[in-house]
């Protein structure tokens, strides 16, 4: 299933995930904004790896003083859908 969230607090402005629900594993992410490379590093990381996974590496990582990040914002989107699973 593809799921669309909308970021806040940073500079990208959507994250289109695709997860497998059956397995809760990610089958890809993309970016909208922000900052293209480290962002398609953090998307080729996280392909393959179950929501939980990926939400324990990344949450809670900051940019600068913004109290969150892309990579934050993106724990926060698989949380969400984990919780709709």
Do not use: H
């Amino acid at each position: 299933m593809v799921y669309k969230y909308t970021p806040t607090g940073v500079c990208s402005q959507l994250i289109t995930i695709d997860v497998d629900e059956e397995s809760e594993t990610i089958n890809g992410i993309q970016f909208l904004g922000g900052c293209n490379g480290n962002l398609k590093g953090i998307s080729a990381l996280s392909k393959g790896k179950t929501l939980d996974e990926v939400i324990s590496s990344l949450k809670g990582i900051q940019c600068g003083m913004k109290g969150t990040s892309c990579p934050d914002q993106l724990a926060r989107a698989l949380q969400q859908i984990k919780d709709e699973i």
